[in-house]
């Protein structure tokens, strides 16, 4: 199993923390053999969702926590809830790393997992990351979409 790039501290952008609630689903193995046999995860017809929790996100990457082992590859459809706000993310991302956590909590996630996000409801992220010179960082819709939305949230109001 790969090492997250935290281990190896070669980091390409700036991880943000996070704290939200998220469900993703595995909806069918990419990587599906000849006869493109349907992933376990698909049961009558439907997606199994999992949920998880954010720990920290990048320009187009997401790490959160997980009850689930991902494998890498794994392609993942993640709705992200934005805390204090009735605010989804949806986002689409294929596995980077996943290992299991040192000391899991009874009943708590297993796995912490990476993801690099290709889309951003419907976005294209690669498409969007830009250097913010006001601020003087690298810059994605996902995460204005994120980080914006928690910003507005967490604003006292006048």
């Known amino acids: 199993m790969e090492k997250p790039a ?5 980091r390409k952008f700036a991880r943000y923390d996070t704290d939200a609630k998220l469900e993703f689903r595995v909806p069918y193995d ?11 995860e698909v049961v009558e017809g439907r997606e199994y ?3 998880g929790l ?6 187009h990457g997401l790490a959160f926590d997980t009850p689930k082992r991902l494998e890498l590859g794994d392609y993942l459809w993640i709705d992200l809830h ?19 956590v040192e000391v899991p909590l009874e009943g708590g996630p297993a796995f ?3 993801i690099y996000i290709t889309k951003v409801d419907g976005v ?3 498409q969007t ?3 913010d010179k006001s601020y003087g960082v690298q810059w994605s819709e996902l995460l204005e979409r994120v980080l914006g939305g928690f910003a507005k949230n967490n604003r006292k109001q006048s």
Do not use: L
Request: charged letters at 25%.
């Open 54 to 59: 954010s720990r920290n996100i990048s320009v």
């Open 30 to 40: 990419f990587k599906a053999e000849v006869d493109f046999k349907i992933n376990e």
């Open 129 to 131: 990351v830009y250097f």
């Open 6 to 10: 935290a281990e190896n501290n070669k």
């Open 82 to 100: 934005i805390p204090k706000s009735k605010d989804v993310v949806f986002m689409q991302g294929e596995v980077c790393w996943c290992c299991p």
């Open 49 to 51: 969702n999992y949920t």
């Open 124 to 126: 294209d992220v690669e």
């Open 112 to 114: 912490q997992a990476g």
